[in-house]
């Protein structure tokens, strides 16, 4: 059996036969301006942590703490020097493939950002395929782009929508652009991330209209997709 559960932003439990990933982990009330909507548990058991890019709300450090620094990390390839005092960190690119307890995972690209100020330097953004009993794609941060035609059909796309903020900027999908991006994926399934979790100190928070406005617009471009929109800490059995 697999199944997920999404602790909110770009956290999500992956739970293959066996085999326990998270991706992005963070998990704090408060981190620097942006103050969590819903708290939530850290997850145990945990065989490997998946870094999409270097950003604060993706790569957050005392969040990877309460994991364990001894859980593995992989990371895009020249990010293992944020990652000081972790034990067992490996760098990744797009093309590389990693084995985490026998499950195979494809590192893909992602077109976003993801250098981590005020360090600088290139390292890139990328995304993942699982390809256990089910195919999943993890698609960290990013812009539409037509190499996601090379990556369906998969079975689940976690798309994110949103951020944390009243609009989102280049490099990163919307609700309208991540509905266009079921149609070069081809999922079964879609379930939108990165949104309804984090919001500015003082400002209002947008709630669940994001999740909402993609739902509408996948039912206009992709109505073979099934959408399923989780609360946060909410679960789903694949």
């Not at 942590?49 to 620094?69: F, N, Q, W």
């Not at 093309?95 to 499950?103: A, K, N, S, T, W």
């Not at 195919?135 to 369906?152: E, K, V």
């Not at 991540?178 to 399934?189: D, I």
Request: glycine content about 10%; hydrophobic content about 45%.
């Amino acid at each position: 059996m697999t199944a997920l559960r999404w602790l909110g932003h770009s956290t999500i439990v992956l739970d293959f036969v066996g085999v326990r990933i998270v991706t992005d982990p963070m998990l704090r009330r408060r981190v620097l301006h942006l103050r969590r909507s819903a708290d939530v548990e850290s997850p145990d058991h945990v065989d490997a942590v998946l870094i999409s890019h270097l950003h604060y709300d993706h790569l957050d450090l005392p969040s990877l703490a309460r994991i364990g620094v001894d859980t593995q990390i992989v990371v895009p390839r020249g990010g293992a020097r944020t990652l000081r005092g972790f034990e067992r960190v490996r760098e990744v690119a797009p093309g590389d493939e990693v084995d985490i307890c026998g499950l195979p995972i494809r590192v893909v690209e992602a077109h976003h950002d993801g250098r981590r100020q005020p360090i600088g330097g290139y390292v890139p953004a990328v995304g993942y395929v699982f390809e256990g009993d089910q195919s999943i794609y993890f698609a960290g941060d990013t812009d539409l782009f037509d190499g996601m035609r090379q990556l369906g059909p998969v079975d689940i796309a976690l798309l994110p929508i949103w951020g944390w903020g009243p609009t989102v900027g280049t490099g990163h999908l919307d609700p309208q652009s991540a509905a266009e991006a079921l149609t070069l994926l081809r999922p079964s399934c879609a379930i939108p991330i990165h949104w309804g979790t984090y919001h500015v100190l003082g400002a209002r928070d947008v709630g669940r209209a994001p999740a909402d406005a993609f739902a509408v617009a996948a039912l206009q471009i992709a109505p073979e997709v099934d959408v399923r929109i989780l609360p946060v800490g909410g679960s789903l059995e694949l």
